[in-house]
């Protein structure tokens, strides 16, 4: 910025205009040069006027340059209907003038920028809507860091946004060798769903483990939740674990098993190697195969660099759902075709065993569409969002 304020200090001094020197601008006898209606006095005015004029003109410009820099620090164009050289031409230049735009006035410094999210989403009226607050729920492994892209696009269509970090995940700083249960693991969820005022509703969003999160949350608090988003996630029914779900994959597709899933993990043993492990650690080697085969580069270096090992005893955990509470809830699923760790198949099973609502499909997703398809996941978030319920439609 230093840089810039000093080059329009010296583009200020080169256009100052020198001071006049104490001559008449035309050549005028002596005796004629001290009268009121001399050339001198006519002269003197016109080079005032002059001087005026370059200082008012000096004056535009650097509001103008103010202007712009106030822009570029807020991350965007103010929308100038001419542009300044277009605006005040040098001395003895006449440029034609641009067309005006089609609007029936100028643009002004003080009309608002629209955003693109806004233009896509403009017929959107979040005051409608049944609730416009998102939860979004990490998978095993991941934090709240993983939604990031998610967090901006939803807040910029106007949504209200939490991203939780489960327990012994992202910056919670429990170990995860020491987590126990479900209910521990899921507490920030849960503690965070207590705080929520009466008739006060949210959308959750569960991706990959979280999908066994939310179900939990789902039981615990129905009446607090309008709808669950199942993001490639484990939709179970009652009575069933994490891990039955995956073995449930392999003997339904004894020769589609998941040798990528085999070959990432790596048990943790937190209490000896003689007792049962304590946490999943993965290989950051195998990651980019596994989970990230279609996202970005850059994003792929933050993952590698803030997943943390998955508590194992939660996977263990078999689920008690109801009809009364769970069964209660609206469900939607997200499907993931080109995704390594859920298959698409496993995906399929889970919604042909407890057919949700709807479901959709990311195409090209792999299993992180947070980072590899951000904008079609905003887009679908934002169209389950105005699902009204059955009886409305």
Avoid at 17 to 40: C, D, K, L, Q, Y
Avoid at 73 to 92: K, T
Wanted: hydrophobic fraction near 40%; glycine fraction near 8%; proline fraction near 7%.
């Amino acid at each position: 910025m230093g840089a810039l304020v000093s080059c329009f200090s010296a583009a200020e001094e080169t256009k100052r205009p020198r001071a006049p020197r104490r001559r008449s601008a035309v050549n005028v006898p002596p005796a004629a040069a001290g009268g009121i209606g001399s050339s001198e006095w006519w002269s003197k005015g016109r080079v005032g006027r002059k001087e005026r004029a370059e200082e008012a003109l000096i004056h535009e410009q650097a509001l103008a340059a103010a202007a712009a820099l106030l822009a570029q620090q807020n991350g965007g164009a103010l929308p100038f209907d001419r542009s300044s050289s277009l605006r005040y031409p040098s001395h003895g230049q006449k440029k034609p003038a641009l067309p005006r735009s089609s609007s029936s006035r100028a643009r002004s410094l003080t009309d608002p920028v629209v955003q693109p999210q806004q233009l896509v989403h403009q017929d959107l009226k979040i005051d409608n809507l049944e609730t416009n607050h998102f939860v979004l729920v990490h998978g095993g492994g991941f934090g709240a860091w993983c939604w990031y892209k998610t967090i901006a696009l939803l807040e910029d269509s106007g949504f209200k946004v939490n991203a939780v970090d489960l327990t012994g995940s992202g910056i919670h700083s429990f170990d995860t060798n020491k987590i126990t249960s479900l209910p521990e693991y899921v507490r920030p969820l849960t503690s965070f769903l207590e705080t929520l005022g009466d008739g006060e509703k949210v959308i959750l969003v569960g991706h990959d483990f979280g999908g066994a999160s939310i179900s939990y949350a789902m039981e615990m608090f129905p009446s607090k939740i309008a709808k669950a988003v199942f993001l490639c996630a484990a939709m179970l029914t009652s009575g069933q674990s994490t891990l039955d779900m995956f073995s449930q994959q392999v003997s339904i597709h004894p020769c589609n098993t998941n040798d990528l899933m085999r070959q990432a993990q790596i048990f943790v043993y937190g209490n000896g190697n003689d007792r049962p492990p304590t946490a999943i650690d993965l290989d950051k080697s195998s990651l980019k195969e596994l989970l990230f085969n279609q996202s970005p580069a850059k994003d792929v270096a933050l993952a590698l660099v803030s997943m943390r090992t998955i508590p194992f005893a939660p996977v263990l955990e078999k689920l008690s759902l109801t009809d009364e509470n769970y069964g209660s809830v609206r469900r939607f699923y997200i499907e993931t075709p080109e995704d390594n760790a859920i298959p698409l198949s496993l995906q399929q099973s889970m919604c042909g065993a407890t057919p949700p609502e709807r479901v959709f499909r990311l195409k090209g997703s792999d299993h992180s569409p947070f980072f590899s398809k951000p904008q079609a996941l905003n887009k679908l978030l934002v169209e389950i969002s105005k699902i009204g319920s059955p009886q409305v439609q």
